[in-house]
């Protein structure tokens, strides 16, 4: 079995700041890679910033700078928001870096080996807050239906990677790879966009138009198309280009993760790149949806939009994390609201596993002297769960595998209550120690499986588990005043 895994995140434009969406995905990736990390694989994780493109150097005009600059500060606006939410990574890759640049000169040159680039003229309409080309059924209104803004016409001469050859071959590998891409509806929806026919596809912009992106080799008038060269970026990460040994290690891909509105960019478009330039396709592409806010998109206009800095704030990062891992169903849209975090925190964190950590603890110390060994034989939940825990996480199902493990706290306080340890001190110290034993092997089962959730929790968590004489535990999450 290969025991190592490639994980990576979509790398977002640096044309304005980080929002909530930027920090769900990045949860999601953190979440599996200390999965596998815990599980004892070497693993990979990068992420990055989209540095290049009409909509950077559009920004960095608005602002009243050079797009390099303006790519520079909001570059590392993503570094802090990694830092704020615990998100570890292994690799940050700027796309203004030269080691992108020569990674995307040479995978260029491997299509145009490959005959997949051809000169052409383009003329049709163009989505800058999209950075693609858009046909009119693409249009709802005559506007982008996701930017709600009409598209500009360019006519121009660019470079055209030739897509349509790749149609049947897309097809094929779904089929021998039905597990490619999750949810399987989103597979689905890209089958039907290439049933309705592909096109070939820009893929350089000129240079008069738009200075700012990667240059085209031998070809001093043009750039990269910014979502073609973009990502690339999981490539460039692991040598290609540069270091073939560590190419050879690491690609391709384990796991690329990405939201739904650039799932045509991940699941078409960069798997036909790959097939022309001779390079694999990433095992697995998960597509997760967005945050919505009391029901409604996140928008200044509604003054919904949430800092995600400002949240880790006012509640901390742990509840954060929780409370975003358990509400946002990975698969679908999540909606976020104050009074659900409000109750989840109340009910899940303080009086849920928070109250049982005490619980526990406060009897140990006082019916068996601070030192316990732990027992699973009273223990029906656990054993039934380990195996749908670590299926469900693996799937990506992030907000069931933490269902599972709240049904294990659950469980163990209603043993609390259907025992009633306190009365068998007076009347079966016997059974008084094996419910103990059994309670705090729940603990450590619950440590371990949330791990990848709550780290900083089950750090603190630990430090009282193993501590001998164990004494009662300080309240893990405090009373929560929300301030709004």
């Known amino acids: 079995m290969k025991n190592q895994f490639y994980v990576t995140t979509s790398i977002p434009y640096v044309n304005g700041n980080p ?16 999965y596998y990390r815990l599980k004892g694989y070497d693993v990979r994780l990068t992420t990055g910033t989209d540095e290049h493109g009409q909509k950077v150097q559009r920004a960095a005009e608005a602002a009243g700078v050079e797009p390099a600059a303006q790519a520079g500060v909001e570059a590392e606006h993503f570094k802090r928001l990694l830092e704020a939410y615990n998100c570890q990574y292994d690799d940050f890759v700027r796309t203004t ?20 680039i051809e000169k052409g003229v383009y003329e049709g309409l163009y989505c800058v807050g999209c950075e693609a080309n858009k046909t009119e059924k693409d249009l709802i209104d005559g506007k982008c239906p996701i930017h709600e803004k009409t598209p500009e016409p360019i ?3 660019n470079y055209f990677f030739r897509l349509s050859r790749y149609a049947d071959k897309l097809l094929a590998f779904y089929n021998e790879n039905p597990d490619f891409i999750y949810p399987a509806f989103r597979m689905k929806e890209m089958r039907e966009i290439i049933a309705s026919g592909l096109e070939d596809v820009s893929i350089s912009r000129d240079k008069s138009r738009l200075s700012w992106g990667v240059s085209v080799p031998n070809d001093d008038n043009q750039v990269m198309y910014v979502w073609f060269e973009a990502v690339m970026n999981y490539v460039t990460s692991v040598g290609h280009g540069v270091d073939d040994a560590e190419f050879t290690k690491w690609w391709p891909a384990d796991l690329h993760i990405i939201g739904k509105d ?13 097939m022309a330039a001779g390079l694999d396709l990433p095992q697995k592409v998960g597509v997760h949806g967005f945050i919505t806010v009391d029901g409604k998109k996140m928008s200044k206009s509604l003054g919904n939009v949430i800092d995600p800095f400002a949240l880790v704030a006012q509640y901390g990062v742990e509840p954060i994390r929780y409370f975003l891992l358990r509400e946002m169903p990975f698969q679908d849209d999540g909606d976020f609201s104050y009074e659900r975090l409000e109750a989840r925190y109340q009910a899940d964190l303080a009086n849920g596993i928070g109250n049982l950590l005490s ?33 469900l996480i693996q799937k990506l199902e992030f907000s069931k595998a933490l269902d599972v493990i ?22 079966d110290t016997d059974r008084l120690q094996v419910i103990l034993a059994q ?8 440590t371990e499986w949330l791990e990848p959730f709550m780290p900083e929790t089950v750090h603190t968590m630990r430090s009282v588990l193993q501590r001998r004489p164990m004494v009662k535990a300080e309240p893990l999450f405090p009373r929560l005043e929300i301030t709004k």
């Open 439 to 446: 309670l705090l092997y729940s603990l450590e089962l619950v």
């Open 155 to 157: 006519s121009e001469e």
């Open 97 to 116: 870096e030269p080691r992108h640049e020569k990674s995307a000169h040479v995978f260029w040159q491997k299509m145009v080996d490959s005959g997949d």
């Open 262 to 274: 650039i799932n045509r960019f991940h699941t078409i478009m960069w798997p036909a790149m790959l």
């Open 359 to 391: 619980r526990v603890s406060n009897m140990i110390e006082k019916y068996s002297q601070g030192d316990l060994d732990p027992s699973p034989q009273e223990l029906d939940y656990g054993k039934a769960a380990a195996m749908q825990y670590h299926d």
């Open 19 to 34: 929002h909530m969406g930027h920090a769900l995905e990045f949860l999601y990736a953190d979440v599996i890679a200390r």
């Open 406 to 427: 709240w049904g294990l706290i659950d469980e163990a306080n209603e043993l609390i209550e259907q025992e009633k340890p306190w009365d068998l001190a007076k009347t």
